[in-house]
């Protein structure tokens, strides 16, 4: 009983001494407005303190980076319409599954690498962690990732450079956001692109990575840990089927495009919709709409 009261004290001391630091970065970072306002949450500020160990100039410094980078990418404005293209053979897709904690599932297939402009595959997938995290569940701050490696080879294969540059962008501007990557079946010749891109993860990231060999027993429960099997896709060794249907995909897309917009108050879609190259429907001219109260 007494042990049982003592954690608990422990456990509530340790999230107040949590909250002083969120605290202490907010007077930190000085006085926000518009976006930025919008994007440092309570929550927001945590996931950067967890990412430099609760070092609050260290999280300041991370953080400020990232506002610099989010007001000159522009994340949030970018539109399915503008990077359909990538996604036509479904090489990067949200999954309509979520994993046994309710995370939302991001899916990409290396192997399905149709393009070869490196700032469209960046912005492409950009444009789906910020969907993934537009779609996370309440109370949910975190994706997982499944890697599939079927068909993938040194002729499909990204640059170094752009790996690099991907990865950059989701440990230093997306941190705590990465559940788990889970690297289903990799080919042999992979090992020697890992062998480089391991150096480019920080070790909060490097601990997320998990190699999946479906010969073996142990990675067999470790979907299985992560996974419902009835709707895990059997690509991951799953009962299910993993159909990428780009129209259909895109339509739920240029929906979200709307949800997007209001939440960062930025253009809502008119009813008098036209047809983007994508095929999906996307709006000739946008609408105003109110910034929404933070």
């Known amino acids: 009983?007494?042990?049982?009261?003592?954690?608990?004290?422990?456990?509530?001391?340790?999230?107040?001494?949590?909250?002083?630091?969120?605290?202490?970065?907010?007077?930190?970072?000085?006085?926000l407005s518009g976006r930025s306002l919008k994007y440092c949450t309570d929550a927001c500020l945590r996931r950067y303190l967890i990412a430099r160990n609760w070092n609050v100039d260290k999280a300041k410094k991370m953080l400020e980076e990232t506002l610099k980078w989010r007001a000159t990418f522009k994340p949030e404005e970018i539109s399915w319409d503008e990077v359909a293209h990538e996604g036509e053979t479904g090489k990067v897709s949200r999954a309509d599954f979520h994993d046994r904690s309710g995370r939302t599932v991001l899916i990409l297939r290396p192997g399905k690498q149709n393009t070869t402009c490196a700032e469209d595959n960046i912005?492409?997938?950009?444009?789906?962690?910020?969907?993934?995290?537009?779609?996370?569940a309440d109370g949910q701050e975190q994706m997982s990732w499944?890697?599939?490696f079927t068909g993938w080879g040194l002729s499909v294969n990204v640059p170094i450079k752009t790996a690099r540059d991907c990865i950059n962008i989701l440990q230093n501007h997306y941190p705590e956001r990465l559940a788990v990557a889970l690297l289903?079946?990799?080919?042999?010749?992979?090992?020697?692109?890992?062998?480089?891109?391991?150096?480019?993860l920080d070790p909060l990231t490097f601990q997320k990575v998990k190699f999946v060999y479906p010969k073996k027993e142990?990675?067999?429960?470790l979907m299985k840990s992560f996974f419902d099997v009835d709707n895990l896709p059997n690509e991951f060794g799953g009962k299910g089927s993993l159909n990428y249907d780009h129209e259909e995909f895109s339509r739920l897309m240029v929906q979200d495009d709307v949800k997007t917009a209001k939440?960062?108050?930025l253009y809502e879609k008119p009813s008098h919709i036209a047809t983007g190259h994508s095929g999906a429907q996307v709006a000739p001219?946008?609408?105003?709409?109110?910034?929404?109260?933070?």
């Open 218 to 221: 142990e990675s067999v429960e």
């Open 285 to 294: 001219e946008p609408t105003p709409l109110a910034l929404p109260a933070s």
């Open 184 to 200: 289903y079946n990799p080919p042999r010749i992979f090992e020697a692109f890992w062998k480089i891109v391991k150096y480019f």
């Open 263 to 265: 939440f960062w108050g």
């Open 146 to 148: 499944l890697i599939d």
């Open 1 to 31: 009983m007494f042990r049982r009261k003592n954690s608990q004290s422990q456990q509530e001391n340790g999230i107040a001494e949590q909250e002083v630091k969120v605290s202490e970065l907010r007077a930190a970072l000085g006085p």
């Open 123 to 136: 912005r492409h997938l950009v444009y789906l962690i910020e969907n993934s995290i537009l779609n996370l």
